[in-house]
Nanobody, 116 residues
Framework: QVQLVESGGGVVQAGGSHTLSCEIF????????MFWYRQAPGKIGEVILS???????FHSDSVKGRFTLNGETGRQILHLQMTNLKVEDTAVYTC??????????WGQGTQVTVSE
């Protein structure tokens, strides 16, 4: 079966940088599409980035120019690299995988808190 595990959450100072990681177990992730979803307290959740190995696709204007995706060579891990963090980036970040069969699989989520 497909399993995803996020890591790297924590408290980060505004203006700083931080990286989250998502490891997928089971399939080769490039057979489908990995994505990152986030939901801030009291807000509607949104997919912010996705990628299939050819490059990132931005789904939210709020992270363009600040966030990107990076995969590790030879490993089933995808990193969400975040720079110039803002307080409004505070959210639970969850990675997912959209399979070739059009089924979505989800990780457990990890909390990122950006402080002043």
């Amino acid at each position: 079966q497909v399993q995803l595990v996020e890591s790297g959450g924590g408290v980060v100072q505004a203006g700083g940088s931080h990286t989250l990681s998502c490891e997928i177990f089971g399939p080769e992730w490039k057979m489908g599409t990995m994505f990152w979803y986030r939901q801030a307290p009291g807000k509607i959740g949104e997919v912010i980035l996705s990628g299939d190995g050819r490059g990132p696709i931005f789904h939210s204007d709020s992270v363009k120019g600040r966030f990107t995706l990076n995969g590790e060579t030879g490993r089933q891990i995808l990193h969400l690299q975040m720079t110039n963090l803002k307080v409004e980036d505070t959210a639970v970040y969850t990675c997912g995988w959209h399979s070739p069969a059009a089924v979505d699989y989800w990780g457990q989520g990890t909390q990122v808190t950006v402080s002043e």
